[in-house]
């Protein structure tokens, strides 16, 4: 008895989250059921759809009302733009929504309407990437991974490779300009090669996270200089996978003639990794909605445990990737 009336409840969430996963852009969603009179609502305004890492993530989030029936979710997906971002977060605070999740898909820009959520006493949670803001109290949480700690392991794989005194041309496929993603991931790798005197980033250019511009951008890279470059360093899996596939176009061995790293871990580049095309994936975890539940429970209880989660990840090599793909998820 108890165990179908669970099940009920599970198959209205999942219906009212159906129900808003076709919206895309900022258009309003409205709540349908009355039945969720009581449930709480988390309202979560996603970047867009650029990568599988976002892809794994979205499911992810879709996946609350499943994990736990007394979430309900708006979700609005930002199609990369930040003003659709914004006009999604005023319509959650028209609607009087419980939580607001943000993931943004860039730093800044934000202080107006997080002031208007705080003014709706609407709390905030930001999620993967992070926002600035001259204050703080305008964000409740933020849970996602650290972005520097990330550039940081890829450049450890180059220098486990090579070693700190090796000549390396350095070819860097950016993510999206003035994400945290990108941001945190340069710093992290810049930092990191300062020990290495000869070790020079000659190309550094925005793929935006995707796989098209990832191949496009590194097809003018081998252009100008595919004989120069010694190492491809991508902001994410994406664009590695593009890129991968520019290198074997231009005639040369992606893994062995260019040593390849780059960050996510999405069962794609696995697959590649397995087969000797790239070497090093430094993992992010996109499974982020179970620590969402559990951070918007405890913000609407007011009992926050951490007001930051980071989340825990590995580096994997070759061999190791091997050994992994079997139990990849996303
Ligand atoms: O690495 C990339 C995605 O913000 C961590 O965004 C995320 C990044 C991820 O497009 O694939």
């Known amino acids: 008895m108890k165990f179908k009336k669970i099940a009920a409840l599970a198959a209205t969430a999942v219906l009212t989250v159906g129900i808003f996963a076709g919206c895309g852009g900022a258009s309003q969603q409205t709540s349908s059921s009355n039945s969720s009179s009581k449930k709480k609502v988390i309202g979560f305004a996603q970047v867009g759809a650029e990568s ?7 499911s992810s989030i879709k996946e609350i ?3 736990d029936p007394n979430f309900e979710l708006k979700f609005s997906d930002g199609q990369q733009k930040q003003e659709n971002q914004i006009k999604a977060i005023r319509s959650f605070i028209a609607e009087k929504v419980d939580i607001i999740a943000l993931d943004p898909v860039v730093e800044t820009g934000w202080d107006t309407v997080l002031k208007e959520a705080k003014n709706a006493k609407i709390p905030v949670v930001i999620v993967d990437r992070n926002v600035k803001v001259a204050d703080n109290s305008l964000v409740t949480a933020f849970l996602g991974s650290d972005m520097e700690e990330e550039g940081k392991r890829a450049a450890k794989v180059v220098i486990d490779k090579f070693g700190k005194d090796a000549k390396l041309n350095i070819a860097e496929l950016q993510g999206t300009v003035g994400s945290t993603a990108m ?25 935006d996270f995707t796989r ?10 081998l252009k100008s200089d595919g004989d120069k470059i010694n190492v491809l360093w991508s902001h994410n899996d994406d664009m590695a996978v593009g890129a ?9 061995k992606p893994g062995k003639d260019i040593f390849i790293v780059s960050v996510d871990g999405i069962k794609d580049m ?18 982020l909605g179970p620590q969402l539940v559990e951070t918007s429970k405890q913000v609407l209880s007011g009992k926050l445990k951490d007001k930051i989660v980071h989340t825990k990840e590995g580096v994997f090599t070759q061999d190791q990737a091997k050994k992994e793909l079997p139990n990849r998820k996303y």
Do not use: H
């Open 212 to 221: 098209a511009k990832g191949k496009e951008v590194m097809e003018a890279f």
């Open 244 to 252: 991968i596939q520019a290198i074997e176009e231009y005639g040369k």
């Open 65 to 67: 009302p499943k994990l």
């Open 52 to 58: 599988g890492w976002r892809t794994a993530e979205t």
């Open 270 to 287: 696995f697959k590649l990794m397995a087969d000797g095309k790239s070497n090093g994936i430094v993992e992010c975890n996109p499974l």
């Open 183 to 207: 941001i945190g991931r340069q710093k992290g790798f810049n930092e990191t090669i300062k020990d290495c005197p000869n070790y020079k980033i000659i190309k550094s250019q925005t793929g």
